[in-house]
């Protein structure tokens, strides 16, 4: 093996917890982190929520300062994508035509945008929300706006769009599925934030389908709908969701299917090459089904898994699942994975107070939805990476101290 050392393509939180964790634990190894973006590493979650709103700066959005890469020996390269992976001869050629070569490589490469393809998509004042560069425009086209279509009902959208109504906006939401966040959310927690929306002023509209954007002189005026309506509008979020990144492990001949396909280390179908994060498909062992996370939670805590890899660590990644999403004064938290539930169970007041959805398969545990209520949150963590699933009468009895269950473990 040359001293080429480790290359980590992709500097979000999964490449930047790939590298923070190697040299945590002791590897001394040339250590390169590139990222496409022209600026340090940053936390994405608040870009959607305290940054959009004026509360953070983007000072405070900085993971680690300029001081930490020098300081810790990593090659942090900014503003160079990777144009293309020569896994034979262990090269990544950058956009500027310089080479890195590398002995072992991660795949951080996240997720992309999906994009609107419909007449008028293109027009000024039509945003989308991911990066800081994005952030920014969206911060500051909002001062002037008044009347803001959010084309998509899922975590990015609403978030925005609680941002939007918090700054006093007239906010719509156009959902082409039937309920708020589909993928991810049960029945009862998208009751309960479309009744949030609707009682900060926000209209919601399920199951329809756009058309196009309206213009009038090179800007956004309206969002058509195919059923002849439209909503006036002077900005336009679009959040339709995201794909994986696959396009650098697909040219090197690495296995993708929705993802990159990796093993229970993070290992690729080139053992030398590893993928963590948005990127990667794996098969959990708590589900006993192949999944891909749209996490930041996973993203940090498979891109540690990965670099535990590199260092010859050979236990399988198992993290439970865990997501969060804040909207007014609600924090949604949610343990575990919920698609293919049977069984819903409300633990606490779904009316007014702090609740817990409980969602099981069989009878066993897979999920648990919170609104306001941390508690709930942690112990089904436990709970769920102990393999222990409470009774659906238990669950849903508020005298029956769940976490009692822990103490047999």
Request: aromatic share 6%.
């Amino acid at each position: 093996m040359s001293d080429a050392g480790i290359a980590i393509v992709g500097s979000g939180h999964a490449g930047l917890s790939v590298a923070e964790s190697l040299r945590r634990r002791g590897y001394r190894g040339r250590l390169s982190l590139i990222g496409a973006e022209p600026c340090l590493p940053y936390q994405r979650p608040p870009l959607s929520k305290q940054y959009l709103k004026g509360e953070w700066e983007e000072e405070r959005l900085i993971q680690r300062n300029a001081e930490f890469y020098a300081r810790h020996d990593i090659e942090l390269i900014q503003g160079e994508r990777v144009a293309a992976l020569d896994a034979d001869h262990r090269l990544l050629e950058l956009d500027s035509g310089k080479h890195l070569a590398w002995d072992r490589l991660v795949l951080a490469t996240g997720s992309r945008l999906r994009r609107l393809a419909l007449p008028g998509s293109d027009a000024e004042g039509v945003h989308y929300l991911q990066t800081l560069a994005q952030a920014k425009a969206l911060r500051a086209a909002l001062a002037d706006a008044s009347k803001v279509v959010v084309i998509g009902g899922g975590y990015i959208g609403l978030e925005a769009a609680a941002a939007f109504a918090t700054a006093g906006k007239s906010v719509s939401v156009l959902n082409r599925a039937d309920t708020l966040l589909p993928r991810t959310a049960s029945e009862p927690i998208a009751r309960h934030m479309t009744n949030l929306h609707d009682s900060r002023g926000v209209r919601i509209e399920n199951g329809i389908e756009v058309a196009g954007i309206a213009i009038v002189d090179g800007r956004v005026s309206g969002v058509e709908l195919q059923d002849g309506r439209s909503f006036a509008a002077d900005l336009v979020l679009v959040g339709i969701g995201v794909e994986p990144d696959t396009e650098l492990a697909q040219s090197a001949g690495l296995k993708c299917r929705d993802g990159i396909l990796v093993d229970e280390q993070c290992r690729t179908s080139s053992p030398d090459i590893l993928a963590a994060g948005d990127c990667a498909r794996f098969r959990h062992p708590l589900y006993l089904r192949s999944v891909r996370l749209e996490s930041i939670q996973n993203a940090i805590e498979q891109g540690k898994h990965a670099a535990g890899t590199l260092l010859g660590d050979n236990a399988p990644y198992r993290a439970v699942p865990w997501f969060w999403s804040d909207q007014y004064d609600a924090k949604l938290q949610i343990a575990g994975l919920a698609n293919g539930h049977d069984l819903e169970v409300i633990r606490g007041d779904e009316q007014g107070g702090p609740f817990s959805v409980f969602c099981y398969a069989k009878r066993r545990l897979i999920a648990v939805e919170s609104i306001n209520a941390p508690g709930d949150h942690m112990t089904a963590r436990r709970l769920l990476q102990s393999g222990i699933s409470p009774t659906p009468d238990d669950a849903a009895n508020p005298d029956f101290v769940l976490r009692d269950l822990l103490q047999t473990v």
